[in-house]
């Protein structure tokens, strides 16, 4: 497999596992929720208090972010058989991951930036419905299967 298909597919299913993980496993799974609420409950009930501002992010070594990194770093374990077949698709598995991470931190941190730049990102946390916009660094699977939908104007017209 060539360079180039390794690191599309691998973009593709970052993406998708982004979003699967968020809406079924993160949110909606009644098998997980007890390990998972901590992140619903507060993650999404502070950023929701605070207009997308969540502290718990400021400190990488927080609770928090502590969680999300050991989350991303198992997944990246069990996808470590990748490295000795699809090298590149691995590594862009990686870049996913941190691009994520740094992502979604940010727009906890520096609000403004995330609502200019992610704004389905806070139409999840701040729109009526937070069960939309799954998707944190593009919303591409989301409008795959319908579940994008800006419900308010996050971003103020300049």
């Known amino acids: 497999m060539t360079i180039v ?3 599309l597919l691998a973009w593709i299913y970052g993406h998708l596992l982004e979003y699967g993980i968020h809406k079924y496993i993160l ?7 007890r390990i998972f609420k901590r992140h619903f409950g507060t993650h999404h009930r502070i950023s929701r208090k605070n207009d997308m501002y969540d502290e718990n992010y400021i400190n990488p070594f927080s609770i928090e ?16 058989p990748f490295v000795f077949f699809y090298p590149y698709f691995f590594t862009m598995l990686v870049v996913s991951a941190s ?11 520096n609000v403004e ?13 701040m729109g009526k419905n937070q069960h939309l916009n799954w998707g944190v660094r593009l919303p591409l699977i989301d409008l795959l299967f ?3 939908k800006l419900q308010r104007q996050v971003v103020e017209n300049e």
């Open 5 to 7: 298909i390794q690191v």
């Open 146 to 148: 319908g579940t994008y």
């Open 27 to 33: 949110h909606n799974n009644k098998k997980f929720n």
């Open 113 to 125: 930036w995330g609502k200019k730049w992610l704004p389905w990102h806070a139409e999840h946390h």
């Open 65 to 80: 972010a502590r969680f999300e990194l050991i989350g991303l770093s198992f997944l990246l374990i069990i996808h470590l």
């Open 99 to 109: 691009i994520y991470y740094i992502a979604h931190r940010a727009a906890h941190i």
